[in-house]
């Protein structure tokens, strides 16, 4: 049902939730809460460990409110105190009503953030409750959802507790076989839906999250498998020959391989020149050496007369790869003619490209998701490389096949995750690992620090770019905003610019055009820029190898792998790197996260502690990890009902291939459901 049905839900909030991805009401049960809002038994201050954290406080009022402030705002004040005796003092705007309630001696619940403000603790502006309304409220958990500008919590709530409840159209029937869901103790669909946006406690909230979780990586598992079979045994129609010029080509390069970018490399070949169309994961952490596999593969194709087309999730790394790859093959005198697509091009270049690579005198193309449009048609495709880039399952690769003849697929990752996760992730991939960094690469030194180490950060940078090395300071925010208080790049440059003046200091965006991007890349590249300021969009797989530091700001506001692949973008040469997380904040749960960074720089490692850190059950803001776009499933929070999923999409499988039997006939719809609205994706 579309989201207009719903009561109060105009033209203009319907497109607000477009924004979001949402149309129907469907789509609204499964935007699931960021997280819950828990209405904890209060505490005393003594007993606070952390004052960023929310929390609820019970005091006695103290001294009758004051109020201050003239013209427009008017600040209410009161001194109260807590079950201990301390003394805390709530601050209102503009709520001067709220003076009679706050009589001396009448006791409230408050919920908010503590500010240490002078000498005293203070909350601002915390919702205040009765006694007794928090009692009744004690325990629930109420959702809060990602939310978008000019959509509410408010707005979120009401209208999925309009389709819960009065509209009962979401129910389906249970589509698990019930063996599975009786040995793998899983709650019914329903009651999950239901229970995940408004659960009664804690413990349906589980139950909820574990069904929702295990039917998204079982219904991914059975569309795997379902589509590999498809495609079993597709006989190579390339005609690749191993050639003399790439084998020239790898003894001229400036450095010798490692033995598993040598090992996977030959396990590439093989499978371009074998009897079967190559699937194959290569996964390596970063800077292990991905992209000359890459490379090496398109030429060999390029150079037997196919097209070869690497797709990558952002225009800058696009940019990066097409440069070098067209160096690359300048440098050896390979005439090999590289074409770049990008989703920003005009309208006139992407015609002309268009044209280009139809006729087939583009050899290697090298792009964004533009590489996947429908109005695109190769010459003769015979290599897809999808490098760093989200999966959206294996439908994505059926996008490429419907161009043409089935090509050979090449995934490259850099999510860490353990052999036995890949196998039933990639399920219809062969894998190979690079397990092993180039030669002469030194550790990359960390450090965690907080603002009174700016001045020290500042001559840092300035001493390794006098030794001729070059920086990288990430910055979350592109501009100033006014609902974040974060370091910006535009302000950050400006500012730093007239600290290091010697320094030639230049700043990169997502908003800027492709043009613009490509220049400033080109000049860092090329040592014309000693300092680049950028947002994340520097993230995955640029190589600067001649840059020795990462500063981060606000390293806090990332997530541990994206600050894992932020760092990666350093020690790529043979310099010592280094790597300084910068935070404004001085919580100890932020540093004890940051310090897993600190002391490793092994993906793997990182991620495993970061889950042992949060504990088993504690999901709440867990990052979705990489490569994988579940919708709430995570792949290393719920690792062990990945693998029951397997076992069960297996058992299943293996006796019921074509989902015909009676028991299945509920799931089978589903698998089809699930595996068009993948391809429906890919399709845009
Ligand atoms: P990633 O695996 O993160 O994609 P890249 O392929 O970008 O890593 O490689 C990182 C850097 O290491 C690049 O500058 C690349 O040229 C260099 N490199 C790759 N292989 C070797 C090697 N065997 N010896 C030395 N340097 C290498
Ligand atoms: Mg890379």
Redesign the pocket.
Known sequence: MELTKLKGVGEKTAEHFAKLDLYTTEDLLKHYPRTYDIYNEPVTIKTLEDLDEESAIEGVVCKSPDIFGSGKIKILSAKLKDMDGTIFEVVFFNMPYLKASLKLGARYVFRGKFKIKGNHYCLEQPKIFTLAKYNELKGTMMPIYPLTKGLSNNMMLKCISQVLDINKDYLEPEFIPSWVREKYELAEHNFAIQNIHFPKEFDDYIKARHRLAFEEFFLFILATLSLKSTKESNPNSFHIKRLKEVDELLNDLP????NA?LRTLDEVRSDLTGDRTMSRLIQ?D???????VATISLLEVALNGYQGAMMVPTEVLAIQHFESLKSLFETNNLDIKVELLVGSMTKKQKEKAYERIESGESQIIVGTHALIQEKLVYKDLALVITDEQHRFGVCQRENFAGKGNRPHILVMS?TPIPRTLAIILYGDLDISIIDEM??GRLPIKNAVVDESYRKNAESFLNREVSKGHQCYVICPMVEESENFEAANVIDYTKNLKTKLPNCKIEYLHGKLKPKEKEEIMRRFSNREIDILVSTTVIEV?V?V?NATVMLIENAEMFGLAGLHQLR?RVG?GDAQSYCIFMTGKKSEKIKKRLDILNKSNDGFEIARKDLELRGPGDFFGVRQSGDFDFGIADVFADSKTLKECADAAKTIYDSDNTLSSKDNIYLKKKVIEYTGKVLEKINL
Do not use: E, W, Y
Not at 255 to 258: A, E, P
Not at 286 to 292: A, D, E, R, Y
């Open positions: 450095f010798k391989l490692t970018q390596g970063v800077g292990s050496g991905k992209t000359i850099a180039p030669k797989g190589n190898p990666g790529r």
